[in-house]
């Protein structure tokens, strides 16, 4: 059984940093895809930052955060995280971590993108605020 757990989150204010943390444990899966997905009040989850990890590593952002995120993964400890620059207020959220397990195959039928609904497993999140 796979287990996420987010830290890392809090305030800051807009032009600022922060660094998000997931510890990901039971994932014994060879290849994989991990990614943070961001959910307000109202709104569909919507994805940040995916990385898939099986025979290559590959990493997607959402164009919203291009530039300004660096998702990464330590696959020694099983360490997912999301360097935070540049911070705007709309990036107010609760940040979430998920995992699923994936071939090639899915990864190329564009599994590993920004879908909620292709993750199997999910974090309890952890929130964002950024001030003005």
């Known amino acids: 059984q796979v287990e996420l757990v987010e830290s890392g989150g809090g305030s800051a204010q807009a032009g600022g940093s922060l660094r998000l943390s997931c510890a990901a444990s039971?994932?014994?899966?060879?290849?994989?895809?991990l990614g943070w997905f961001r959910q307000t009040p109202g709104k569909a989850r919507e994805g940040v930052a995916t990385?898939?990890?099986?025979?290559?590593?590959?990493?997607t952002y959402a164009d919203s955060v291009k530039g300004r995120f660096t998702i990464s993964l330590d696959s020694a400890n099983n360490i997912l995280s999301l360097q935070m620059n540049n911070l705007k207020p709309e990036d107010t959220a609760m940040y979430y971590c998920?995992?699923?397990?994936?071939?090639?195959?899915?990864?190329?039928?564009?599994?590993?993108?920004?879908?909620?609904?292709?993750?199997?497993?999910w974090g309890q999140g952890t929130q964002v605020t950024v001030s003005s």
């Open positions: 039971g994932v014994t899966y060879s290849s994989y895809c």
């Open positions: 998920a995992a699923d397990a994936q071939t090639w195959t899915d990864y190329l039928r564009g599994r590993c993108g920004g879908t909620s609904a292709d993750f199997q497993s």
């Open positions: 990385i898939y990890f099986g025979n290559m590593e590959h990493k």
